[in-house]
Protein backbone atom coordinates (compact mmCIF):
# COMPACT_ATOMS: atom_id res chain seq x y z
CA UNK A 1 0.00 0.00 0.00
CA UNK A 2 1.30 3.54 -0.92
CA UNK A 3 2.65 5.86 1.94
CA UNK A 4 1.14 9.48 1.46
CA UNK A 5 2.73 11.84 4.07
CA UNK A 6 5.06 14.62 4.81
CA UNK A 7 8.48 13.41 4.94
CA UNK A 8 9.30 14.49 8.86
CA UNK A 9 6.03 12.19 9.82
CA UNK A 10 8.06 9.07 8.74
CA UNK A 11 9.53 6.34 11.40
CA UNK A 12 12.98 6.31 12.55
CA UNK A 13 14.03 3.33 11.18
CA UNK A 14 13.40 4.44 8.05
CA UNK A 15 15.25 7.69 8.14
CA UNK A 16 17.77 5.93 9.28
CA UNK A 17 17.74 3.61 6.39
CA UNK A 18 17.52 6.69 3.74
CA UNK A 19 20.35 7.90 5.59
CA UNK A 20 22.71 4.83 5.64
CA UNK A 21 22.29 4.61 2.18
CA UNK A 22 22.93 8.22 1.37
CA UNK A 23 26.48 8.01 3.04
CA UNK A 24 27.00 4.22 1.27
CA UNK A 25 25.67 5.25 -1.98
CA UNK A 26 27.98 8.86 -1.76
CA UNK A 27 31.72 7.04 -0.88
CA UNK A 28 30.73 4.81 -3.84
CA UNK A 29 29.77 7.71 -6.22
CA UNK A 30 32.86 9.13 -4.97
CA UNK A 31 35.17 5.91 -5.42
CA UNK A 32 33.80 5.97 -9.16
CA UNK A 33 34.21 9.42 -9.77
CA UNK A 34 37.75 9.20 -8.28
CA UNK A 35 38.65 6.40 -10.45
CA UNK A 36 37.20 7.39 -13.66
CA UNK A 37 37.18 11.14 -13.75
CA UNK A 38 33.90 12.74 -14.08
CA UNK A 39 34.23 12.14 -17.75
CA UNK A 40 34.35 8.51 -17.41
CA UNK A 41 31.10 8.12 -16.65
CA UNK A 42 28.82 10.20 -19.34
CA UNK A 43 30.19 8.76 -22.34
CA UNK A 44 27.21 6.40 -21.87
CA UNK A 45 23.60 7.09 -20.63
CA UNK A 46 23.81 3.00 -19.51
CA UNK A 47 27.03 4.05 -17.73
CA UNK A 48 25.99 4.63 -14.23
CA UNK A 49 22.51 3.10 -14.53
CA UNK A 50 19.79 5.16 -16.47
CA UNK A 51 18.18 3.49 -19.28
CA UNK A 52 15.60 4.75 -21.70
CA UNK A 53 12.27 4.38 -21.33
CA UNK A 54 10.15 2.35 -24.48
CA UNK A 55 6.92 0.54 -24.64
CA UNK A 56 4.80 3.80 -25.06
CA UNK A 57 1.35 3.58 -26.48
CA UNK A 58 1.49 5.24 -29.74
CA UNK A 59 -0.14 8.89 -29.80
CA UNK A 60 -2.61 10.32 -32.64
CA UNK A 61 -0.41 11.92 -35.56
CA UNK A 62 -2.07 15.47 -34.44
CA UNK A 63 -1.24 15.35 -30.41
CA UNK A 64 -1.06 18.37 -28.31
CA UNK A 65 2.52 19.26 -27.60
CA UNK A 66 4.27 22.56 -26.17
CA UNK A 67 7.58 22.98 -28.07
CA UNK A 68 9.98 24.08 -25.42
CA UNK A 69 12.99 23.49 -27.46
CA UNK A 70 13.20 27.07 -28.67
CA UNK A 71 13.07 30.76 -27.11
CA UNK A 72 9.62 31.09 -27.74
CA UNK A 73 7.56 28.45 -26.57
CA UNK A 74 4.82 27.21 -29.24
CA UNK A 75 1.87 24.64 -28.81
CA UNK A 76 0.70 23.31 -31.77
CA UNK A 77 -2.32 21.05 -32.04
CA UNK A 78 -3.85 22.43 -29.42
CA UNK A 79 -7.29 23.87 -30.17
CA UNK A 80 -9.09 20.68 -29.39
CA UNK A 81 -8.04 21.16 -26.04
CA UNK A 82 -8.16 25.13 -25.57
CA UNK A 83 -11.12 25.44 -24.19
CA UNK A 84 -11.36 22.73 -21.77
CA UNK A 85 -11.20 23.27 -17.93
CA UNK A 86 -8.75 21.23 -17.14
CA UNK A 87 -5.59 20.10 -18.48
CA UNK A 88 -2.55 18.05 -17.67
CA UNK A 89 0.57 18.72 -19.38
CA UNK A 90 3.31 16.00 -19.23
CA UNK A 91 7.47 16.44 -19.11
CA UNK A 92 8.90 14.04 -20.24
CA UNK A 93 12.60 13.22 -18.98
CA UNK A 94 16.30 12.58 -20.40
CA UNK A 95 16.43 10.82 -23.59
CA UNK A 96 12.33 11.40 -24.60
CA UNK A 97 12.27 13.77 -26.39
CA UNK A 98 11.55 11.56 -29.68
CA UNK A 99 8.90 10.05 -27.61
CA UNK A 100 7.62 12.88 -25.55
CA UNK A 101 3.56 12.56 -27.29
CA UNK A 102 3.87 8.91 -27.03
CA UNK A 103 4.51 9.08 -23.12
CA UNK A 104 1.73 11.87 -22.34
CA UNK A 105 -0.79 9.56 -24.40
CA UNK A 106 0.41 6.57 -22.51
CA UNK A 107 -0.80 8.83 -19.07
CA UNK A 108 -3.64 10.01 -20.98
CA UNK A 109 -4.77 6.55 -21.43
CA UNK A 110 -4.01 5.63 -17.74
CA UNK A 111 -6.04 8.56 -16.33
CA UNK A 112 -9.00 7.26 -18.43
CA UNK A 113 -8.47 3.71 -17.04
CA UNK A 114 -9.15 5.55 -13.40
CA UNK A 115 -11.85 7.47 -14.79
CA UNK A 116 -10.26 10.72 -14.96
CA UNK A 117 -11.21 11.56 -18.67
CA UNK A 118 -8.85 14.78 -18.74
CA UNK A 119 -6.53 15.63 -21.64
CA UNK A 120 -2.83 15.80 -21.61
CA UNK A 121 -0.53 17.76 -23.21
CA UNK A 122 2.93 16.96 -23.78
CA UNK A 123 5.80 19.60 -23.11
CA UNK A 124 8.93 18.82 -25.14
CA UNK A 125 12.33 19.69 -24.46
CA UNK A 126 16.16 19.16 -25.30
CA UNK A 127 16.65 16.01 -23.56
CA UNK A 128 18.12 13.65 -26.27
CA UNK A 129 21.78 14.09 -25.58
CA UNK A 130 24.09 11.63 -24.09
CA UNK A 131 25.65 13.63 -21.55
CA UNK A 132 23.68 13.66 -18.61
CA UNK A 133 24.75 16.97 -17.02
CA UNK A 134 24.20 18.51 -19.85
CA UNK A 135 20.39 17.40 -20.51
CA UNK A 136 20.48 18.08 -16.80
CA UNK A 137 21.59 21.94 -17.01
CA UNK A 138 18.80 22.46 -19.80
CA UNK A 139 15.83 21.89 -17.35
CA UNK A 140 16.57 25.32 -15.70
CA UNK A 141 15.98 26.92 -19.34
CA UNK A 142 13.30 24.61 -20.07
CA UNK A 143 11.49 25.21 -16.91
CA UNK A 144 11.57 28.86 -17.71
CA UNK A 145 10.19 28.32 -20.80
CA UNK A 146 7.50 26.33 -19.63
CA UNK A 147 6.09 28.94 -16.76
CA UNK A 148 6.75 31.69 -19.67
CA UNK A 149 3.50 29.58 -21.26
CA UNK A 150 1.84 28.64 -18.51
CA UNK A 151 1.54 32.70 -17.20
CA UNK A 152 0.24 33.22 -21.45
CA UNK A 153 -3.42 34.53 -21.68
CA UNK A 154 -3.75 31.63 -23.72
CA UNK A 155 -3.10 29.09 -20.98
CA UNK A 156 -5.32 31.79 -18.52
CA UNK A 157 -4.44 29.79 -15.05
CA UNK A 158 -6.68 32.07 -13.15
CA UNK A 159 -9.51 30.43 -15.22
CA UNK A 160 -8.54 26.79 -15.17
CA UNK A 161 -7.41 23.77 -13.71
CA UNK A 162 -3.98 22.88 -15.36
CA UNK A 163 -1.76 20.40 -13.35
CA UNK A 164 1.75 19.04 -14.26
CA UNK A 165 3.13 15.47 -14.08
CA UNK A 166 7.06 15.38 -14.73
CA UNK A 167 8.61 12.03 -14.99
CA UNK A 168 13.02 11.83 -14.09
CA UNK A 169 14.46 14.89 -15.07
CA UNK A 170 11.01 16.53 -16.47
CA UNK A 171 10.09 16.19 -12.37
CA UNK A 172 13.01 18.39 -11.88
CA UNK A 173 12.22 20.60 -15.06
CA UNK A 174 8.45 20.91 -13.31
CA UNK A 175 10.69 22.44 -10.46
CA UNK A 176 12.43 24.55 -12.05
CA UNK A 177 9.22 26.29 -13.43
CA UNK A 178 7.72 26.97 -10.30
CA UNK A 179 10.64 28.91 -9.10
CA UNK A 180 10.36 30.64 -12.89
CA UNK A 181 6.72 31.47 -12.45
CA UNK A 182 7.36 33.38 -8.92
CA UNK A 183 4.22 33.54 -7.27
CA UNK A 184 3.34 35.31 -9.90
CA UNK A 185 0.57 33.02 -11.44
CA UNK A 186 0.39 28.66 -10.00
CA UNK A 187 -0.71 25.51 -10.50
CA UNK A 188 -3.07 23.31 -9.03
CA UNK A 189 -1.16 20.12 -8.90
CA UNK A 190 2.47 19.21 -9.19
CA UNK A 191 2.78 15.23 -9.55
CA UNK A 192 6.64 14.16 -9.25
CA UNK A 193 7.37 10.97 -10.23
CA UNK A 194 10.66 9.07 -10.21
CA UNK A 195 12.24 12.47 -10.08
CA UNK A 196 15.84 13.52 -10.54
CA UNK A 197 16.57 16.28 -8.10
CA UNK A 198 18.41 16.29 -4.88
CA UNK A 199 16.43 14.78 -1.59
CA UNK A 200 17.46 18.12 0.35
CA UNK A 201 16.33 20.23 -3.40
CA UNK A 202 12.80 20.35 -1.68
CA UNK A 203 13.58 21.09 2.04
CA UNK A 204 12.32 24.11 3.20
CA UNK A 205 15.90 26.23 2.69
CA UNK A 206 16.82 23.77 -0.28
CA UNK A 207 16.76 25.44 -4.04
CA UNK A 208 13.01 24.85 -4.99
CA UNK A 209 11.50 24.89 -1.77
CA UNK A 210 10.55 28.85 -2.71
CA UNK A 211 8.55 27.59 -6.07
CA UNK A 212 6.64 24.79 -4.17
CA UNK A 213 5.72 27.62 -1.91
CA UNK A 214 4.33 30.17 -4.36
CA UNK A 215 3.82 28.18 -7.90
CA UNK A 216 1.71 25.36 -6.82
CA UNK A 217 -1.53 24.78 -4.63
CA UNK A 218 0.03 21.16 -4.11
CA UNK A 219 2.92 19.18 -5.09
CA UNK A 220 3.26 15.53 -4.23
CA UNK A 221 6.58 13.40 -4.69
CA UNK A 222 5.94 9.73 -6.22
CA UNK A 223 8.96 7.89 -5.72
CA UNK A 224 9.94 4.00 -5.30
CA UNK A 225 12.54 2.23 -3.97
CA UNK A 226 12.42 -0.22 -6.68
CA UNK A 227 13.41 3.03 -9.04
CA UNK A 228 17.48 2.20 -9.90
CA UNK A 229 17.68 4.43 -12.38
CA UNK A 230 17.57 7.11 -9.46
CA UNK A 231 18.48 5.25 -6.27
CA UNK A 232 21.80 4.09 -8.02
CA UNK A 233 22.26 5.70 -11.28
CA UNK A 234 21.55 9.30 -10.00
CA UNK A 235 23.48 8.54 -7.11
CA UNK A 236 26.45 8.07 -9.37
CA UNK A 237 25.84 10.82 -11.88
CA UNK A 238 24.83 13.99 -9.15
CA UNK A 239 27.20 12.32 -6.01
CA UNK A 240 23.53 12.21 -3.93
CA UNK A 241 20.15 10.60 -3.00
CA UNK A 242 17.28 11.67 -5.33
CA UNK A 243 14.16 12.00 -4.29
CA UNK A 244 12.74 9.70 -6.68
CA UNK A 245 14.15 6.69 -4.84
CA UNK A 246 13.27 7.63 -0.86
CA UNK A 247 11.21 10.66 -0.67
CA UNK A 248 13.01 14.30 0.44
CA UNK A 249 15.62 14.08 3.07
CA UNK A 250 15.48 17.36 5.20
CA UNK A 251 18.15 15.91 8.08
CA UNK A 252 21.14 16.63 6.15
CA UNK A 253 24.16 14.80 5.73
CA UNK A 254 28.00 13.95 7.93
CA UNK A 255 28.79 17.42 7.49
CA UNK A 256 25.80 19.79 6.34
CA UNK A 257 23.48 20.96 9.18
CA UNK A 258 19.77 20.10 9.37
CA UNK A 259 18.14 21.85 6.60
CA UNK A 260 14.47 22.19 8.12
CA UNK A 261 11.57 20.36 6.72
CA UNK A 262 9.61 20.40 3.74
CA UNK A 263 6.85 23.18 2.54
CA UNK A 264 3.27 22.43 4.14
CA UNK A 265 2.18 21.68 0.36
CA UNK A 266 4.60 19.52 -0.10
CA UNK A 267 3.79 15.45 -0.06
CA UNK A 268 6.24 12.22 -0.50
CA UNK A 269 4.47 9.73 -1.81
CA UNK A 270 6.01 5.70 -1.56
CA UNK A 271 4.31 3.69 -4.67
CA UNK A 272 7.48 1.13 -3.74
CA UNK A 273 4.64 -1.41 -3.72
CA UNK A 274 3.07 -0.29 -6.99
CA UNK A 275 5.67 0.58 -8.95
CA UNK A 276 8.55 -1.61 -10.22
CA UNK A 277 10.92 0.46 -12.70
CA UNK A 278 12.15 3.98 -13.41
CA UNK A 279 9.61 3.93 -16.60
CA UNK A 280 6.45 2.83 -15.15
CA UNK A 281 5.15 5.56 -13.19
CA UNK A 282 2.39 6.77 -15.80
CA UNK A 283 1.52 3.73 -17.76
CA UNK A 284 -1.61 1.66 -16.92
CA UNK A 285 -1.53 -1.44 -14.78
CA UNK A 286 1.90 -1.48 -13.91
CA UNK A 287 2.16 2.04 -12.44
CA UNK A 288 0.97 4.64 -9.84
CA UNK A 289 -1.98 6.79 -12.22
CA UNK A 290 -4.63 5.93 -9.07
CA UNK A 291 -2.56 7.35 -6.74
CA UNK A 292 -1.79 10.54 -9.28
CA UNK A 293 -5.52 10.88 -9.47
CA UNK A 294 -6.46 10.43 -5.78
CA UNK A 295 -3.55 13.67 -5.49
CA UNK A 296 -5.83 15.80 -8.37
CA UNK A 297 -9.00 15.01 -6.69
Known amino acids: MSEQSGHGDGEDDAESTALSRRRVLGSAAGAAVGGAGLGGITGSASAAGFTGCDDWLAAPAEYPEIDLTGGNPMASNFDDVEDESELVVYVHGWLGLETSTDQA ?122 DDNVCYGYDLQSLASGIGCGGADCDGGWVTDDSGSVPENYTDVDVTDEVDDHCDYAKPEVGCVPQIVAGFE
Not at 124 to 153: F, H, I, K, M, V
Not at 184 to 195: F, I, S, Y
Open 105 to 226: YTLEQALEETEYDVPVVAASWEADTRNYWRAESRTETAGQRLASWLASDRVALEERTVRLVGHSLGGRLCLETLTALGGEATVDTVALVGTAADDDSVCTDGQYAYGIDNGAEAVYNYHSEN
